[in-house]
């Protein structure tokens, strides 16, 4: 089966410029959640959705961060305009339910120059 | 609020040997969830184990367990026999409440272990 999906895989960009990930969550899991992760704070969970509903957006740093879940597959993460700050590591992870496992795709390392 | 504990920045252990990593939560909600992740230095994160904490019996998958003491707020993770492999960063990490109320689902982290096995 395949796993969670994440692109890309890494992502160089100037700063200012807007940045978009991508994930495709695990088929037939309902919840959805974006994590980022740095060396200072560890990992974040920055929002997550169930049922493609937003439910907790409370880590999203600032305005500049938006996330959008359209359908069940798919899910985007946007940072605009981008900041040197930003540079992490952004995963995308999948459950089947609340209380079940979350399960990661390989995470998108973006920096931002 | 909830908090994870991962006082052990670095372990080492022997190859073959066991090995206990320490986690230790804070909550005032009944019912909750523990998990272990494993991040090798390729950078995924690969679930573990799980514990409830209405389960009554510790949770084992192959060689990994987790020692739950409920009444010391601890969820150890202790992996028998390791190998070479294991040689990572090891997350504990916790959810609370149940369905239909707010921030059902959302884990919070430790700061984790670096496990290094020894050959």
């Known amino acids: 089966d395949a796993g969670v999906i994440q692109s890309p895989r890494h992502e160089v960009t100037e700063m200012g410029q807007e940045v978009t990930l991508r994930c495709k969550p695990i088929?037939?899991?309902?919840?959805l959640f974006w994590y980022r992760q740095t060396m200072m704070r560890g990992l974040e969970l920055l929002i997550y959705?169930?049922?493609?509903?937003?439910?907790?957006d409370s880590g999203m740093p600032e305005d500049r961060f938006s996330a959008k879940m359209p359908n069940a597959s798919f899910s985007t993460l946007k940072i605009q305009p981008s900041e040197p700050r930003d540079s992490a590591v952004y995963f995308c992870?999948?459950?089947?339910?609340?209380?079940?496992?979350?399960?990661f795709g390989d995470g998108t390392r973006l920096s931002i120059l | 609020a909830q908090k994870i504990t991962q006082t052990q920045p670095g372990m080492f252990v022997q190859e073959k040997e066991a090995v206990t990593l320490d986690c230790t939560y804070d909550?005032?909600?009944?019912?909750?969830?523990l998990f272990w992740y494993k991040q090798p230095s390729s950078g995924e994160m690969i679930f573990l184990i799980y514990?409830?904490?209405?389960?009554?019996q510790n949770a084992t998958e192959g060689r990994y367990s987790l020692n739950f003491q409920k009444a010391r707020k601890s969820a150890n993770l202790v992996i028998s026999a390791s190998q070479l492999g294991d040689s990572a960063m090891y997350f504990c990490?916790?959810?609370?409440?149940?369905?239909?109320?707010?921030?059902?689902?959302?884990?919070?982290f430790g700061q984790g272990t670096i496990l290094t096995v020894h050959p």
């Open positions: 909550t005032s909600d009944p019912s909750y969830g």
């Open positions: 514990q409830g904490s209405y389960d009554q």
């Open positions: 992870a999948s459950s089947f339910a609340g209380d079940q496992p979350q399960h």
């Open positions: 088929s037939g899991h309902d919840y």
């Open positions: 990490a916790m959810r609370v409440g149940d369905a239909g109320g707010t921030s059902y689902g959302k884990l919070t």
């Open positions: 959705f169930n049922n493609n509903v937003p439910i907790d």
